[in-house]
């Protein structure tokens, strides 16, 4: 039921749930709104509740203020969820040409509908950050927030000095979420890693085929399921 809430939310749909089954567990410091809402639901066959309310009731309040300096899928994906979540998501963009996701497919009136998709409910910034002056920019905005998402190959935000261990020392309660193919450390941490490049080497490719029958290879997959992985256990975090 919290899976469909979250997918119906995106076209602001009224969420009807109906519960097979409700386990409820209260602790001492439970949200008693969230009390009633399971209440109704393991009460009733069925609830109507607008989405909005659900959203708030399931993800919790907003106020929190995200500074997202990643692009493509993962991160902006992770930050997506944030912004549904009622979080203010401020996106970091390279000036002039932004992220390399507004020149996908399919494009109406200028825009593309896949940036649109992963990016809607943000607030926009162009930096350079090459430049001290975009740094310093930077280094403000994260002043002024609770959390830091952020998937370039690692070493980037260091040579930035826009790393943790550079911005937190001011910050002891910022939330950092860094996103890679590889971790931060190690001997494949420099590689890069595309959804594609993880599907082959977990073998998820291998595993999809062994269930096409006459395959000789792995299909293609058009849905990047490593980067929806990765940026929903980020948003989890």
């Known amino acids: 039921a919290t899976i469909f809430t979250l ?19 209260i602790g001492a410091g ?7 809402l399971t209440v109704a639901l393991a009460t009733s066959n069925s609830f109507l509740i ?3 309310q659900v959203n708030a009731l399931i993800m919790g309040p907003g106020g929190y ?11 902006p994906w992770c930050t997506r969820l944030l912004a549904d979540a009622g979080a203010e998501v401020i996106k970091i963009e390279p000036i002039g040409m932004g992220d390399v996701l507004r020149f996908t497919q399919p494009i109406a009136d200028g825009d593309s509908r896949v940036y649109a ?31 830091v998402v952020e998937n370039f190959r690692p070493g980037v935000m260091a040579r930035l000095g826009l790393d943790y261990s550079h911005v937190s020392h001011d910050l002891p309660g910022l939330i950092y979420c860094s996103i890679s193919g590889f971790g931060q450390t190690g001997a ?50």
Request: hydrophobic share 50%.
């Open 7 to 25: 997918l119906m939310s995106n076209v602001g749909a009224t969420v009807l749930l109906v519960p097979l089954a409700v386990n409820i567990a």
């Open 65 to 75: 203020r995200v500074i997202d300096f990643s692009s493509v899928v993962a991160g």
């Open 117 to 147: 998709h992963f990016n809607c409910g943000k607030k926009n910034v162009c930096l350079d950050l090459k430049s001290s002056e975009g740094v310093d920019i930077a280094k403000r905005l994260i002043a002024a927030a609770d959390i």
């Open 188 to 237: 494949l941490s420099q590689s890069p890693a595309y959804a594609p490049v993880v599907h082959a080497l977990s073998g998820f490719d291998h595993v999809q085929s062994s269930v096409q029958e006459d395959a000789e290879m792995p299909l293609n997959s058009a849905v990047m399921v490593a980067d929806f992985l990765a940026a929903t256990y980020a948003y989890g975090a």
């Open 50 to 52: 607008p989405t909005h």
């Open 30 to 36: 439970a949200d008693p709104a969230m009390f009633a």
